[in-house]
């Protein structure tokens, strides 16, 4: 008699966008992993039954053919390996290979997964089968000018207190890419630093170190590696001219849902002051499935929990987010109530700064502007004391980003890359500033008033009755709006105080440092 099946609820995939279906199958005995999350993922509140639910599921799936490879027990993720085939039995599936313009040809599936009914109530989501792109690095590219910033012109322009990040662990998210460790050599020897000792961290992927390893990649891969390489030396750089000391971690994985989850079992696992994430994708994007996003905003909570500072940066594409609608869009994880949302502005005539915004107000026209708004998905959590209304007619009272800002326009970053002078910018840049700036400040704080999670604290009452991240943060005040054109054309106002475009505003470190001591 047939196993019993139950259908997975929210794991519905579409076709994959701007992809087509591709004839040739994939191979049945294609050996692939999987990560299993079970229920209450990001909690760690019961781990009897955790353990209870995990011999379940061994068992359980076991008789398919899958086998462990894997238990992250604390996150609440077992992965697990088998075949095609098998895999397809045990989830009620059927991988297919498409064609993206991308992305090239990748695996997926089209419609719900089934799991065994044993399993109803236990297992929350399961990520791997697919493999469709769900990160988008926020890339800028630069105008090669002279005048871009060095970590001392940051620490001045944002008051940043005198330390080293000494003591402090801090983790950079990448997908793909490779790491050259002669360019973080060599910046550090343009900038008098001391070259720190960076760990790299394969969950998944193992990036390409030299460009002779680059060079072995087979051809797609590498166009792809290269592009990301300038974008992940950029974000080490930045955390390193402006933390030296500190503990850095790079970990590296693959752009679907799985290396999402895997990517962040394991920092919730390792437990670092603050985290660093420059890729996202529209949070109501069609290639998102309910689980994924559900899944990942778990163990972000997790992370949250443990006093960690993730810093996502909110997009280069404005109101739009690449979404070619009528509707203002904002960026996940940006979006999601246990991050710490970061936006961009830029500086004009030496010292004005203002909200970032290149014509036509979205990447693919070729300029940028930062993105922010009211989420569609996230209720706005109760420590969120602002009133922004939703450019959407009868969207929810939802999560409202970016919290903070930081450089992301003109006149870009100074970096090094491939062993040359580069510049570079975008809010890919401005969340791995604040994530230094976060290190920084908590190396200097009272034990006890280290790891914290710092969103919810810049949204509390000061004694003066306003929020706090009005005395941690520079207000930004003057600039456009992130109305991204041709889609939707409007966007979301910068006004003084509090706005959906620049947050509370950019560093004031010093304070920052000072309220963190009071509260």
Known sequence: MPEQHVRLAGSERPHPTKSVSIAEPVDPNEEIAVTVSLRDAGRNDHPEQRRADAEKVKESLGRYGLRVTDERLEVGSIEMTGKAKDLNRAFRTEL??????RQGVFRGREGELEIPADLDGIVAGVFGLDKRRVARRRVFPGTGENGSFTPRDLEEQYQFP????????????????????????????????TPPSVEIVPVGYTPPRTLQD????????????????????????????????????????????KGWIDLLDRVVIDKPVTVSISYGLA???????????SEINKRLAGAAAKGITVCVSSGDDGSGDQVDDDNCHVDFPASSPHVLGVGGTEI??????????????????????????????????????????????????????????????????????????????GTSASAPLWAALVARVDALLPAAKQQRFLTPLL???????????????????????NASFPFPGRGYKVRNGYDPVTGFGVPAGVELLKVLKTV
């Open 459 to 481: 949204y509390g009452t000061g004694t003066n009755g306003r929020p706090l991240g009005t005395h941690a943060c520079r207000d930004i005040d003057t600039g456009h709006d």
């Open 162 to 193: 005198e330390g080293t990040g000494h003591g402090r662990k801090i983790a950079i998210l990448e997908f793909g890419g490779c790491y050259f460790d002669d360019d973080t050599d060599i910046f550090c020897r343009n900038h008098g630093l």
């Open 348 to 425: 004009v005539r030496g010292d004005v700064e203002r909200s970032w915004w290149d014509t036509p107000g979205e990447r693919n026209g070729g300029g940028g502007a930062t993105g922010g708004g009211v989420s569609v998905v996230w209720d706005r959590p109760e420590w969120q004391h602002v009133r922004v209304d939703s450019q959407n007619p009868g969207a929810i009272d939802g999560r409202v980003v970016p919290d903070v800002a930081a450089l992301a326009g003109s006149p870009g970053y100074d970096l090094t890359f491939l062993g040359e002078s580069s510049q570079s910018g």
């Open 214 to 257: 680059l060079r072995r990649l087979p051809a797609p891969d590498r166009g792809m590696a290269k592009e990301i390489a300038g974008e992940v030396m950029m974000d080490v750089q930045i955390v390193v001219g402006l933390c030296p000391e500190a503990d850095i971690s790079v970990y590296f994985a693959d752009w679907d849902q």
């Open 283 to 293: 949070e109501d994007h069609p290639d998102w499935s309910e689980l994924g996003i």
């Open 96 to 101: 297919k290979l498409f064609h993206g313009e």
